[in-house]
């Protein structure tokens, strides 16, 4: 699994760092358009969605890494299987609410699937949107990653972190 898990993170790395790159590229030529009084209108678009993808595809790099926003203290507090138990429990929270996340983020992406951008048309939202459940599909699947590693710990008396 954690083959799988790492091969994950590596193509979203890509993915994230492409459209990074992307919403940079808009970005200026979008400054040098302006400054030159040429009018092109799907720069900001670009630049919008681009920047969406990169921060999903960032986030969830983010959880599989555990460096996303947490409250620590407890966990610096306890150690051996009190801090196993609480490790469970954060990733059992986190695929939970992943969970709902990918559930909606499904609903959100057939609702506006047909929806078009508004300076290129030929572009679907849907293309956007999807970023939503694919962002929590890989969560959960980095979650269940952690919480597996913990359910060992767990046997072995305790995790180290």
Known sequence: MDKIIKYIERTQIVIGVSFLLLFFFAVLFQIVTRHLSISVIWTEEVANYSFVWAVFMGAAVMVNRRDH???????????????????????????????????????????????????????????????????????IIYSLG????????????????
């Open 69 to 139: 926003f947490s409250f620590d203290i407890l966990m610096n507090k306890l150690t051996g299987k009190k801090r196993a138990i609480l490790s469970i429990f954060n990733d059992a929270i986190l695929i939970l609410f992943n969970i709902g996340i990918f559930y909606f983020g499904i609903q959100v992406v057939g609702q506006f699937w047909d929806y078009n951008w508004n300076a290129l048309p030929d572009m679907k939202m849907g293309y956007v949107w999807i970023s939503i459940p694919i962002m929590a599909g890989t969560m």
């Open 146 to 161: 952690h919480l597996i590693q913990h359910v060992k710990k767990f046997n072995e008396g305790g995790v180290q972190e």
